[in-house]
Structures are given as structure tokens and as C-alpha cells.
Nanobody, 118 residues
Framework: QVQVVESGGGLVQAGGSLRLSCAAS????????MGWYRQAPGKQRELVAS???????NYADSVKGRFTISRDNAKNTIYLQMNSLKPEDTAVYYC????????????WGQGTQVTVSS
């Protein structure tokens, strides 16, 4: 079994910052792609940022220059530093991990709420 746990969400004023963390644990040989997704009320879940095992990153256009994704392979953990937050960043943020054990499977965390007030 694999567990993916996010933390670090909360309420912040527009222009503020938050740092999210996501840790995977359990039956893991390695983790390939990891990413942050978000889902706002009434909207589809969308990719925010992703990072592979060697550190190659990808960002949604809406967060480029404001958000930074990073990774600690030894801890099976990724982070999302969110700066200059806007009300439209309000959503539940989910972590996804591509875990290799017997084959590769993708696991989701339970999500963490980020609310940006104007």
C-alpha cells in the first residue's frame, strides 16, 4: 500500500505566500513523476505543476513566475512554494505520485484546502 499525504494549506490574504508539502510512503521502489493539481468549486481538476525524478519541471501558465515546485527524492516528498497568491488560486490542492513497485501506479492524496482572500 502507498499513502500520499499533503499538508500546508490554509487561509491567506491576496499577495501572501504558502508552502505545501506532499509525502509518499509505503511500498515504494522509486517515484517517477510527481505533481500538484487543484480543483476549484464547479471546475475540473487541473495540473498546477509537476516534477520528475531528475528535477525537470512543468507549470501551468497561470502560476508561472509565482509558484515553484521542488523535490526531495530521499524523502519521497515534493513541495509547492506559492507566492503572490491571488483569489483565483483558491482551490483544493491535490498531490499525485507515480510510484514504482510492481509496475507503476499513480496515487492521489486527500487534498489540502488553499483559500486566498481579497
Amino acid at each position: 500500500q502507498v499513502q500520499v499525504v499533503e499538508s500546508g494549506g490554509g487561509l491567506v490574504q491576496a499577495g501572501g505566500s504558502l508552502r505545501l508539502s506532499c509525502a509518499a510512503s509505503g511500498r515504494i521502489l522509486s517515484i517517477n513523476l510527481m505533481g500538484w493539481y487543484r480543483q476549484a468549486p464547479g471546475k475540473q481538476r487541473e495540473l498546477v505543476a509537476s516534477i520528475d525524478r531528475v528535477g525537470t519541471t512543468n507549470y501551468a501558465d497561470s502560476v508561472k513566475g509565482r509558484f515553484t515546485i521542488s523535490r526531495d527524492n530521499a524523502k519521497n516528498t515534493i513541495y509547492l512554494q506559492m507566492n503572490s497568491l491571488k483569489p483565483e488560486d483558491t482551490a483544493v490542492y491535490y498531490c499525485n505520485a507515480g510510484v514504482v513497485w510492481v509496475g507503476q501506479h499513480y496515487y492521489w492524496g486527500q487534498g489540502t484546502q488553499v483559500t486566498v482572500s481579497s
